[in-house]
């Protein structure tokens, strides 16, 4: 079984500060993982995964996030907020075997203050 | 070209009424998700096809009824709507676990 804590339902920083969001898991077998962006009233648009191989995982619109497998974690960062990155963000996490199914963390509210 | 689309984008019905939500992906994907998003945004897995075959079933009501006519088509159909089944629901499509998911731009279904 697997599921997904994000550490913090809302933050806010300021444009060009850095942007980190915090998402842990857990997994009964080796994980797939994953952040979406979800802007209001829009569908889900991946932002970057990690399946295996290299650790740290480059994504869309400047984000990155590194597995840590000791940590059970998969933070997100972005060196520089843009208002546009103004969006609820969700981490999520399937296995690598077994049932086919993303289990999404509740969500974190990221807000841009100019 | 719509990667993954659903119909209608808004559904407002009432109470007791029967409604169905279409979900199409050009993907060529072999498996389609239905996820409930709740008024906290939290989304939660209803069912999974996998070239036709239901392969995940979420403890969601019995009320609630998939249909894949084929691999790139799965609708749902909800027979007796209740005021708790208001949510945006998404459809999604991936090759497999190791792939990301597409999703739909979902569904607002609002029930009266």
């Known amino acids: 079984a697997q599921s997904v804590t994000q550490l913090g339902s809302h933050v806010s920083v300021s444009e060009g500060a850095l942007v980190l969001l915090r998402c842990n898991y857990s997994?009964?077998?080796?994980?797939?993982l994953f952040w979406y962006v979800q802007y209001p009233n829009q569908g889900l648009q991946l932002l970057l995964k990690y399946t295996t191989g290299a650790t740290l995982v480059k994504g869309i619109n400047g984000f990155e996030a590194e597995f840590k497998k000791s940590e059970t974690s998969f933070h997100l960062t972005k060196p520089s907020a843009h208002m546009s990155d103004a969006a609820e963000y969700f981490c999520a996490v399937s296995g690598s075997r077994g049932a086919q199914k993303l289990v999404f963390g509740q969500g974190t509210r990221l807000t841009i203050n100019p | 070209d719509t990667a993954v689309s659903q119909t209608p984008k808004y559904l407002v019905t009432q109470m007791g009424n029967d409604k169905s939500i279409k979900c199409e992906q050009n993907l060529g994907h072999d498996t389609m998700y239905w996820y409930k998003q709740d008024s906290k945004k939290f989304l939660k897995i209803m069912f999974s096809?996998?070239?036709?075959?239901?392969?995940i079933n979420e403890t969601v009501p019995n009320r609630f009824s998939p249909k894949s006519p084929d691999k790139a088509h799965l609708n749902l159909h909800i027979n007796s709507l209740e005021l708790g089944d208001s949510a945006v629901y998404f459809c999604a499509s991936s090759q497999n676990a190791a792939h990301e998911q597409y999703f739909g731009p979902g569904t607002r279904l609002t029930v009266t």
């Open positions: 997994s009964s077998v080796p994980p797939y």
């Open positions: 096809y996998n070239n036709k075959e239901l392969i």
